[in-house]
């Protein structure tokens, strides 16, 4: 079955910091665009960072920005979100995303992991 895997939320304080990482299984993403996205209680789902096939290309929610960074190790077919000075706002279920190169939507979706940050 092809999916994307993630794993690394958690609870924390505010102030600190999580790592999240999507795992490719099934069937390689290695060549395409990625992008974390973000759902809270009651909110519409919102895109938080984004990064290009090769990794030349980032972009961020300006709500993350300075905070957040997000990588990919296609070695492992991995992507990841670095999530420092976490606030009690960034809680919610957190989605990786991948699309192909041109595509105008993402069409493969992880489950999702939840991060909930305590005040």
């Known amino acids: 079955q092809e999916q994307l895997v993630e794993s690394g939320g958690g609870l924390v304080q505010a102030g600190g910091s999580l790592r999240l990482s999507c795992a490719a299984s099934g069937r390689p993403f290695r060549t395409y665009d990625k992008a974390w996205f973000r759902q809270a209680p009651g909110k519409e789902r919102e895109s938080v960072a984004a990064?290009?096939?090769?990794?030349?290309?980032?972009a961020y929610a300006d709500s993350v920005k300075g905070r957040f960074t997000i990588s990919r190790d296609d070695a492992k077919d991995t992507l990841y979100l670095q999530m420092n000075s976490l606030k009690p706002e960034d809680t919610g279920t957190y989605y990786c995303a991948a699309r192909r190169v041109g595509s105008s939507g993402f069409e493969h979706w992880g489950q999702g992991t939840q991060v909930t940050v305590s005040s």
């Open positions: 990064i290009s096939w090769d990794g030349s290309y980032t």
